[in-house]
């Protein structure tokens, strides 16, 4: 619980956590509508570079949103180590044993973003009201945070953080990313444009969201898909303070794959419309041999032929690999197997027994 420090019987902002990002915060109106208890998890992998940071600035948000009766003094954060090989975890310890509020969750391994959040989604919707969602380097703007719960007070079960600008972003990265949300839209799947991880989710929000089984997530496109009321929050996307990104091009054209393959079967209709477009060609194409053969033409053509070759030979390769994606994730699925399993959690300042935890569905 974030208590306030009293000197004097006056109320005065914890030194400890000041930060001018949020000075404006404490200048907002008094709540009058119950607050909620309010969680914010953080996913973290090798962020030992901008943790300290990070755990100052979330800090100083959440007691500036105490002390305006936004949010429940019980409020929390709760840190997800995804497996990092640095020393994030140990500072994490730290900041839970300094302070209750405070919560630390370890995976065995690392199992990519997506898991880790997920496993942080599970581990506080049974201790709050609302949950936000942001990454560890707080390039998404936390001063969206208020507008957020200020959304979920309006009724909003799901809150999406929009990045109104990406100027910190690189000429390719910006590119890349406006392609594949055109890309997700023009294969029918149903996703908040500029839109990452950085959401508020409702309690039942986040049971619903639990209750999609799939081993691999793509959480992003699974959200506007539990339903409820739901609003945008726009925002500018900031740099990182510290350290390099945890996304390089490889990660990021998995987690496009992911979603794709997860969301859609527009690639096997794509397929199947190909292979009838292929086959009328060659209908035409027989016609026009036989008309040529018929009238005594030479029928000429041997490069064309071989590239023809080649080219249904690529087809044919690219069409078994989309397949191969399909039938590996189905592959994978029916194995059941757990998406994760807890190593270690930390709570109000305690660490809890040595746990080795599967998460479970219902």
Known sequence: MIEPKAENDTLVFNQLYYSPRVERLLLMPTATFPAPRLAIVIPCYNEEEVFAFCQQELSALLYAMVQDQMVQPDSFLLFVDDGSRDSTWAQIRTACTEENYIQG???SRNEGHQTALLAGLAAAAPQSDAVISIDA???DDIQAIPRMVACYHAGYDIVYGVRESRQTDTWFKRTSAEGFYRLMAIMGVQQVFNHADFRLLSQRAVKGLL????????IRGLVPLVGFPSTEVTYTRGSRTAGESKYPLSKMLGLAMEGITSLTITPLRLIAALGCFICLLSVIAALYVLVQKF?????AGW???I???FFMGGVQMLSLGILGEYIGKIYLETKHRPRFHIESVLSRGALAPHSDHTEEND
């Open 105 to 107: 969750l370890k995976l």
């Open 137 to 139: 380097d707080l390039q």
């Open 211 to 218: 209750r999609y089984a799939e081993r691999n997530v793509y």
């Open 295 to 299: 009238s005594n033409a030479t029928v």
């Open 303 to 305: 490069s064309s032929l």
């Open 307 to 309: 590239l023809s070759i």
